[in-house]
Structure formats: structure tokens, C-alpha cells
């Protein structure tokens, strides 16, 4: 099978905590290009400062419940980021994976479908082991890859979108990254960062500048022409959902 409207590949980003800065930087790239995007949200920070302590974000604006719904108007998507950002385990999974879903729905008012491993895979086994009965249907994780069309979609996969990764190897940005092995694979690219800023990123393993974000754009649309589709991610499950199983 091939993906919606005979599109060969999919392309799709996401932005964990949902700042506000993404209005006056990221969104009018999105519009300039036409791509959706998609913000994975802590439930208790809904138009309010980020709060989690020590985080590169900290005190950052969280875009408000009024926004959300303008962006999801766009096309944009939504998914829920754990009640507080904690690491998730066995003891706190109900309330960071399963009570979260709730609060961010009543704090939306709309249906959240999707959760967001917060802070490492390693909070990934507890987050699952409980998607089920939290009512997810799909999981978005930090382990980079391709995903594929019979890909487990409790554990998709993000490509992370910085302008330098970790040491030892402090790679440079690639706007390419993966896109010619999601061509190949006729796969779907979830790429991952969190408010790209012009010039400089808040963090250079966690974003992105604002050129970089245009120049992955510039390059998804000239390498995949009319052969990707452009999507959120819940779309894309949703058309998993509906068409293959
Ligand atoms: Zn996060």
C-alpha cells in the first residue's frame, strides 16, 4: 500500500513543550511552506511558564489553550507530554501517563490521542506499559529512525532536528538527514525539536536555528516533490489505522 493520495513518503515535525515563541518563528515558516505541525504538551502547562526545573525551556511562555486551537485550525496536531515532564516509572505512570491524558483534554477541550515520552528513552517501558489503558493509540519517542508503514506505532520513531548532536561526534546540521532512506523505504520521517530561535538555538542538542528549520523545508519540498506527504502526525495514524488494519 502507499500512503494517502498515492504519496510515496511522509513527512512530519513535531515541537515538545509547545512555547509560544513558535508563533513569531516557527509558524510563519510553516505557513510560508505549507506544512503542518504539531506540539507535544505537558498537561499541567497550558498557557502558563514551563515549569520544569533545570530545563532548557524554564520560564518559557507555554502557548495558551486559545492558540492551540488557532494552530489546530491550520492542521496543526497535539499529543500529551506527561503530567509534569518527570521521568516516567512503574510508580508514577498512572499519574504522569494516564490522569495526564485527562487533564490536558479538559484543559484543551479536544480529544488527545497521542503521548510524548518527556525527557529520555529511558522513561519509554513504564510510559507503554500503560498507553493501553490511558486510551493512546500511538507513542512518539526519541529513538531516531525511519518509521514504516507496519511500523509499532506505540513506539514511533523522531529524527532529531539540531543544529549539533552530543558528543563524541558533534555532528553538523544535515538538512538531508534521512530523507533519502525514508524515500527508499517509502517511510515517514517524524522530525524533532523544540522552538527553533533565529541565529543561535536556546540549546544545540535540543534545536534547531529558525534558517536550519527553512533550509529542511527548502529540502524535503525540492527532494520530495509531489511524492511526500505533508502531515501531522495523528493524521498519519489515523490513516494507518484506517486503511491497513
Ligand atoms: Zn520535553
Not at 214 to 228: A, I, M, S, W, Y
Request: hydrophobic share 35%.
Amino acid at each position: 500500500m502507499t500512503w494517502k493520495d498515492g504519496k510515496r513518503w511522509v513527512y512530519s515535525i513535531t515541537y515538545d513543550e509547545g512555547c509560544e515563541a513558535l508563533l513569531d518563528n516557527a509558524v510563519p515558516v510553516h505557513r510560508k511552506y505549507g506544512i503542518p505541525g504539531h506540539v507535544a504538551l505537558v498537561a499541567r502547562e497550558v498557557g502558563v511558564p514551563r515549569m520544569a526545573a533545570g530545563s532548557s525551556y524554564e520560564g518559557m511562555m507555554i502557548l495558551s489553550r486559545e492558540q492551540i486551537h488557532m494552530l489546530v485550525a491550520e492542521g496543526w496536531g497535539v499529543s500529551c507530554h506527561s503530567m509534569t515532564h518527570a521521568a516516567i516509572t512503574d510508580e508514577n505512570a498512572e499519574y504522569e501517563v494516564v490522569e495526564s491524558r485527562k487533564v490536558l483534554e479538559d484543559a484543551l477541550e479536544m480529544p488527545v490521542t497521542m503521548f510524548c515520552v518527556p525527557n529520555s528513552n529511558e522513561s519509554y517501558p513504564a510510559s507503554r506499559a500503560v498507553a493501553h489503558k490511558a486510551g493512546y493509540n500511538s507513542i512518539l519517542t526519541i529513538y531516531d529512525d525511519v518509521n514504516i508503514i507496519e511500523s509499532d506505532l506505540l513506539r514511533l520513531c523522531r529524527c532529531p532536528l539540531h543544529t549539533e548532536y552530543p558528543p563524541p561526534f558533534y555532528s553538523a546540521y544535515d538538512p538531508y538527514k534521512r530523507i533519502h532512506q525514508a524515500i527508499d523505504a517509502g517511510g515517514w520521517i517524524i522530525d524533532y525539536c523544540h522552538c527553533p530561535m533565529p541565529d543561535r538555538p536556546i540549546h544545540p542538542w535540543k534545536d534547531c536555528t529558525l534558517q536550519q528549520l527553512e533550509e529542511r523545508f527548502q529540502t524535503v519540498l525540492r527532494v520530495g516533490g509531489d511524492d511526500v506527504w505533508l502531515a501531522e502526525p495523528n493524521e498519519v495514524v489515523e490513516y494507518i489505522l484506517n486503511t491497513k488494519r
